[in-house]
């Protein structure tokens, strides 16, 4: 029988997907029957709030047509699993920043309408930590973007989560390409997010680790980005990243996982091409625009780290920053990750394809 808990971490993660990207996605790949609770579970809730979303569509286009972002936003990007998430924790403490949270993402298609009611009902019904990683959160928590333009379009990496089976062709479709389609949700989306959680703020704050690929997309529309990429090391990235796919293909996926070893192999690849995609447009980041920092400097001296972006950026405010981003790191110095350990076989093929 589905927990609660589970039912919970399910819609947060891949609930109330419009119904036209399910029917794409049944387009490029098949679902599992043995995953056919998932696959009812996204498509009755898209179904549901389908209605909402063409009334606020239809409520709220004009105001989101007429809303002028800032062209200086900060990008935070790196392969997933390098410490981006907890960077864009820290930063979004800082009440002046802008930014997509899990009241919006779970449902961007419907979550300007039903602001009142979104927060409050999340509050009450999501389970106190992330299912992936066990990272504490909640309904106001910052989020990757790509979690919330996945349910207006198939073009995402986090259709490679929904068919884990075929992981690599939706990440060369979706991540290491991106069409004037996905490009259209994504600005449709940074304005939704801008009207959602703008009101009294001044900065716009975006995560994705996606768009570590997608620089030159970023800069055509916002030439004054400011980058923030985080590296680590890469086996400890892959390994880490590889549990994290595992687990959603169990949460969310539409089809079985494949066997870690494959998983391993994959992740290599993607962890390679992603940088290498970076690297290729490195050139278009202007001079200034771009700060590279370690995850261990992150984990070992988070403060201290968060205000060298604020003094290569320039970005003023500082001292009102400081105490709720130090609020925050207390908060996280609470979770101790949990060791991320493969199989004998899987650890051995790592190590095989990341030795020189």
Same mark, same amino acid.
């Given at each position: 029988?589905?927990?609660?808990?589970?039912? /919970?971490?399910?819609?947060?993660?891949?609930?109330?997907?419009?119904?036209?990207?399910?029917?794409?996605?049944? $387009?490029?790949?098949?679902?599992?029957?043995?995953?056919?609770?998932?696959? @009812?579970?996204?498509?009755?809730?898209?179904? @549901?709030?389908?209605?909402?979303?063409?009334?606020?569509?239809?409520?709220?286009?004009?105001?989101?047509?007429?809303?002028?972002?800032?062209?200086?936003?900060?990008?935070?990007?790196?392969?997933?699993?390098?410490?981006?998430?907890?960077?864009?924790? #820290?930063?979004?403490?800082?009440?002046?920043?802008?930014?997509?949270?899990? /009241?919006?993402?779970?449902?961007?298609?419907?979550?300007?309408?039903? $602001? %009142?009611?979104?927060?409050?009902?999340?509050?009450? #019904?999501? +389970?106190?930590?992330?299912?992936?990683?066990?990272?504490?959160?909640?309904?106001?928590? %910052?989020?990757?973007?790509?979690?919330?333009?996945?349910?207006?379009?198939?073009?995402?990496?986090?259709?490679?989560?929904?068919?884990? $089976?075929?992981?690599?062709?939706?990440?060369?479709?979706?991540?290491?390409?991106?069409?004037?389609?996905?490009?259209?949700?994504?600005?449709?989306? +940074?304005?939704?997010?801008?009207?959602?959680?703008?009101?009294?703020? +001044?900065?716009?704050?975006?995560?994705?680790?996606?768009?570590?690929?997608?620089?030159?997309?970023?800069?055509?529309?916002?030439?004054?980005?400011?980058?923030?990429?985080?590296?680590?090391?890469? *086996?400890?990235?892959?390994?880490?990243?590889?549990?994290?796919?595992?687990?959603?293909?169990?949460?969310?996926? @539409?089809? %079985?996982?494949?066997?870690?070893?494959?998983?391993?192999?994959? +992740?290599?690849?993607?962890? $390679?091409?992603?940088?290498?995609?970076?690297?290729?447009?490195?050139? #278009?980041? %202007?001079?200034?625009?771009?700060? *590279?920092?370690?995850?261990?400097?992150?984990?070992?001296?988070?403060?201290?780290?968060?205000?060298?972006?604020?003094?290569?950026?320039?970005?003023?405010?500082?001292?009102?920053?400081?105490?709720?981003?130090?609020?925050?790191?207390?908060?996280? /110095?609470?979770?101790?990750?949990?060791?991320?350990? #493969? /199989?004998? *076989?899987?650890?051995?093929?790592?190590? *095989?394809?990341?030795?020189?």
């Amino acid at each position: 029988m589905l927990s609660l808990r589970v039912l /919970s971490d399910r819609l947060v993660a891949a609930g109330f997907i419009r119904p036209s990207v399910l029917l794409r996605g049944l $387009q490029l790949s098949r679902p599992a029957f043995s995953r056919w609770p998932v696959s @009812l579970l996204i498509c009755l809730t898209g179904l @549901l709030v389908e209605p909402l979303a063409w009334l606020q569509t239809l409520l709220f286009r004009r105001r989101l047509r007429r809303i002028q972002l800032p062209q200086d936003p900060v990008v935070v990007i790196g392969h997933w699993r390098s410490g981006t998430t907890f960077l864009h924790q #820290l930063l979004a403490s800082d009440p002046a920043w802008t930014t997509a949270r899990n /009241s919006l993402t779970v449902a961007p298609q419907v979550a300007l309408l039903l $602001q %009142p009611l979104l927060p409050p009902l999340m509050r009450a #019904l999501m +389970t106190s930590v992330r299912p992936i990683d066990a990272v504490p959160w909640s309904e106001n928590d %910052p989020q990757e973007d790509e979690m919330g333009i996945a349910r207006l379009t198939m073009d995402t990496n986090m259709a490679g989560m929904a068919f884990p $089976q075929v992981y690599p062709f939706h990440f060369r479709r979706s991540v290491l390409q991106s069409t004037a389609a996905f490009e259209r949700h994504w600005l449709r989306f +940074t304005r939704l997010t801008w009207l959602h959680d703008g009101a009294g703020r +001044t900065r716009l704050l975006i995560k994705n680790s996606a768009h570590t690929a997608r620089v030159a997309m970023v800069l055509r529309h916002f030439p004054k980005a400011r980058f923030v990429l985080m590296r680590r090391e890469e *086996e400890d990235s892959i390994r880490s990243l590889v549990q994290v796919k595992q687990k959603l293909a169990d949460l969310v996926g @539409l089809q %079985p996982a494949p066997d870690v070893r494959i998983q391993v192999e994959e +992740t290599v690849v993607s962890h $390679q091409q992603l940088l290498q995609a970076f690297e290729a447009s490195r050139c #278009l980041i %202007p001079d200034g625009q771009l700060l *590279e920092l370690d995850y261990n400097e992150l984990v070992d001296m988070p403060l201290n780290t968060v205000k060298r972006i604020y003094d290569r950026f320039h970005l003023t405010g500082w001292e009102k920053a400081r105490g709720p981003i130090a609020a925050r790191i207390t908060q996280a /110095s609470h979770y101790r990750a949990a060791a991320v350990q #493969l /199989s004998v *076989e899987a650890e051995q093929r790592l190590q *095989e394809l990341v030795s020189p």
